[in-house]
């Protein structure tokens, strides 16, 4: 499926062009953008409405006869995802009536970006693979890239391994809960029996150093000592 991105901005683009990686993607500028994407049969475009300010008039129109559905069996119309200035409420208000499907009031958070862009590609294009991302308290996994991020920490975007993954979702899951070591290897390892006795300590070490679940993150990763570990959450991580 193609994509598109309508955009005056350098920095704007770039950021796209990176979320949209290894996708057939092209820029396009101005209203008349939005019928150029149309005939390229674009199945999703991001808007930058700092594009489409200096044409506000004919945007909802644009749009509009974007959004409708094409000749032929192509099942949904394209889906279209606002990037918006808070000063453009209005201009905002008139695309989501005119169908937009989604938006986000800039400064755009990156992570944000890219799990809106995943959610509405998965949507136009179930049979393309989208990323599969799952979201698990403020942190936001996808699971085929094996990489965790999380929605209150812009700068967190860190590798695990399957078992990692694993173990953090678990905690998360359970958050306020302790949880025995006994369960912990029943639901991550299963039942091996030769499983050496700091393999659990070592992963849950790892696992609070790379999605940094300390105090200051809002999180607390502790040891129930002769039983197992208990993750809390404490608050919004401090700014």
Partial sequence: MKTGILSSSADCVALLRQLLAGRDCAVY????????????????????????APHAAEAGTALHAFRARRDGDEPAAPAVLLLAAPAQKELLQELRAAGADDYLVK??????????LAL???AADPQAGAARLV???????DLDRMRVTSTERPALDVALTQKEAEL???LLAHAGRPL????IQ?????????????TID???SRVRTKLGLKPEHGYRLATVYGYGYQLERLGPASQ
């Fill in 135 to 141: 979201q698990a308290g403020t942190f936001v996994f």
């Fill in 107 to 116: 400064p755009i958070r990156r992570n944000e970006l890219a799990l809106r």
């Fill in 168 to 170: 953090a979702r678990l």
């Fill in 29 to 52: 500028a101005g209203a008349e953008g939005l019928a150029m994407a149309r005939e390229d049969g674009v199945g999703l475009l991001v808007v930058d409405l700092d594009a489409l």
């Fill in 180 to 183: 025995s070591r006994a369960f």
């Fill in 202 to 204: 070592t992963h849950v």
């Fill in 120 to 122: 509405l590609l998965r």
């Fill in 186 to 198: 029943e639901r991550i390892w299963g039942a091996e029996p030769e499983l050496p006795t700091r």
